[in-house]
C-alpha cells in the first residue's frame, strides 16, 4: 500500500496526487469483537503507510473509517 499512488500494478487503485482513500469498515464493533487483532493490524499498516508519505514529503494518503453497528 505504500505504493498506491504509483501504479505498479500491486494495488487496483492508482491515487492522483492530494487523493486519499478511504478504507471504511462498516459494523466496526462487530468486527472488533470478532476479529480485534486484524482490526488492530490494519490500524498499524495504515498508520505506517501514511508515515512512509510524510516521510517523502507528501500528506498522509490513506484514511480507516470504522462505522459503528446499527
Do not use: H, K, W
Amino acid at each position: 500500500m505504500s505504493y498506491v499512488d504509483v501504479g505498479d500494478g500491486m494495488c487496483r487503485f492508482v491515487l492522483q496526487p492530494q487523493e486519499v482513500l478511504t478504507i471504511e469498515i462498516t459494523e466496526s464493533d462487530t468486527f472488533r469483537g470478532q476479529a480485534p487483532d486484524i482490526l488492530a493490524c490494519l490500524a498499524e499498516l495504515i498508520e505506517e503507510v501514511n508515515n512512509r508519505f510524510v516521510e517523502r514529503g507528501e500528506p498522509p494518503r490513506l484514511c480507516l473509517v470504522l462505522s459503528p453497528d446499527g
